[in-house]
């Protein structure tokens, strides 16, 4: 006879499809301003029930801010963290429904105009702060020729669900394995390709060792490496949330990599690429940090000969 455990692990999948369909047919259906009270009441107590996603981001918090912040400031930025997170898994059913004429009102882009919006290849990096997915949904009701780049969720119904959401406004979700040749052909057609920038990335899967907030972090070497054999310039681009339920889509800088060269060091072109973007996240993360997603363990890899009291202890 199966066990309870098997049992559990055979009826995850289903209901997760099945909670995924429901939220796409409700979520869509609740005021803007009742929305926002409920995400807000979910973030908080997320904070107080969930006690890995508490102490993990904590621990991050200590990690990067030591005693520069108080105790009191640390949790603070994490409530609203887990706010904000909410909100942007939230936002994914409810901007489902009337996409444009919600879109149009409750996130704009700044600058209205610039690099962001030309006609031509691009590596777009984000990270996991304020609400990401939103960007990709206006950059296709703007008429913008992007891809996201993205990990395979591992409940492919769920998978198949939110990549629907994710390409109603013309936006193209790309599996990250086995991506490069595809970006390759977008960007000689003028087209661009965004990441999220802000994971572990093993070694093994592409990972190089970075500074990231001040810690040794294993992150992807691929946009840089795009970016630096295709001559495609780098920009960045992140939402963030503002009073009302709204967001500011901020664009911009832009990282021009040098021309590429077969006889130059490519491996530390590439790394020094990845540093700059990593500086830039980093930047963003240190000035708005209550955005960001603490809760997660960002920090799980020890870069080999470092010491690991460096790093945060996480249960």
């Not at 994710?166 to 394995?177: A, F, L, Q, S």
Request: with cysteine; charged share 20%; hydrophobic share 35%.
């Amino acid at each position: 006879m199966p066990s309870f455990k098997t049992i559990r692990r055979a009826a995850r999948k289903p209901l997760e499809t099945c909670s995924f369909r429901v939220g796409t047919l409700l979520i869509p259906l609740i005021p803007r301003n009742v929305m926002v009270l409920l995400y807000r009441l979910a973030g908080t107590v997320t904070y107080y029930v969930a006690k890995r996603e508490r102490t993990t981001g904590l621990a991050n918090l200590d990690t990067v801010f030591g005693n520069s912040k108080t105790p009191a400031e640390k949790k603070r930025i994490l409530i609203q963290s887990l706010i904000s997170f909410t909100q942007t898994m939230g936002d994914i059913f409810w901007f489902s429904r009337f996409t444009q004429k919600r879109t149009g009102k409750y996130q704009r882009f700044i600058p209205e105009d610039g690099p962001y919006f030309k006609t031509c290849a691009h590596v777009i990096i984000t990270a996991h702060a304020g609400n990401w997915e939103l960007i990709g949904l206006e950059s296709g009701l703007r008429g913008l020729d992007v891809a996201s780049v993205a990990a395979v969720t591992k409940n492919t119904g769920v998978d198949k669900q939110l990549n629907t959401l994710r390409e109603k406004t013309g936006m193209t979700v790309i599996p990250r394995e086995g991506a490069m040749r595809t970006l390759v052909s977008r960007f000689r057609n003028q087209g661009k390709a965004a990441f999220v920038l802000d994971q572990n990335t093993a070694e093994k899967d592409g990972g190089i060792w970075v500074d990231f907030l001040g810690m040794p972090t294993p992150v992807s070497s691929a946009p840089a490496h795009l970016a630096y054999r295709t001559g495609t310039d780098i920009i960045f681009a992140f939402s963030q949330p503002v009073k009302g339920g709204r967001y500011e889509a901020h664009t911009g800088p832009v990282i021009t990599p040098p021309p590429f060269d077969k006889k130059a060091d490519q491996k530390a072109i590439v790394k020094q690429l990845t540093q700059e973007i990593m500086d830039v996240i980093s930047t963003q993360i240190r000035n708005h940090p209550e955005t960001w997603l603490w809760s997660y363990k960002h920090w799980k890899s020890v870069k080999p000969g470092t010491d690991p009291a460096r790093y945060p202890v996480y249960d």
